[in-house]
């Protein structure tokens, strides 16, 4: 039963749904799954482990969004990427205005280097291509 009710409680549909949801569903009471729980010590860690394999697709997507839009130079979106993937914390200096100037500038790079890398493709496909006489 511990394991049903774990599959269940980790589908993210049923996130907000309390526990007697499930029971009267399965005609068990909540003092068994109370007692089942508490035989079970990791019951909540396999939960938390099973509802992040649920979450993994929707979490790609999420990435990804997030991706395309600190490309456009989001500020926000870069300091949510730095802060998943690279341990980034926002240290807070008066106004925190060096850090968004730093931040901007790393985006104003990214920017003129794919410009760059534009630039220098077209220009190798144009010097490649037919000549016109």
Avoid: H
């Avoid at 526990?19 to 569903?25: L, M, Q, T």
């Avoid at 005609?27 to 089942?36: E, K, N």
């Avoid at 802060?83 to 901007?104: F, T």
């Amino acid at each position: 039963m511990i394991n049903k009710y774990i599959a269940w409680r980790a589908d993210p549909n049923n996130k907000d749904i309390e526990d007697s949801c499930f029971c009267s569903s399965n005609g068990i009471s909540l003092d068994s799954l109370a007692s089942a729980k508490s035989a079970d010590k990791e019951w909540a860690k396999r939960c938390v482990a099973l509802r992040r394999e649920n979450y993994l697709i929707r979490l790609l997507e999420v990435d990804d969004a997030l991706f395309m839009k600190a490309k456009t130079g989001d500020i926000k979106a870069v300091e949510l990427i730095y802060e998943r993937w690279e341990d980034y914390v926002r240290k807070k200096q008066g106004d925190g205005a060096q850090i968004n100037i730093n931040l901007a500038g790393l985006i104003k790079y990214a920017s003129d280097e794919f410009e760059r890398k534009r630039d220098t493709e077209f220009a190798r496909k144009v010097s490649t291509g037919p000549s016109i006489i």
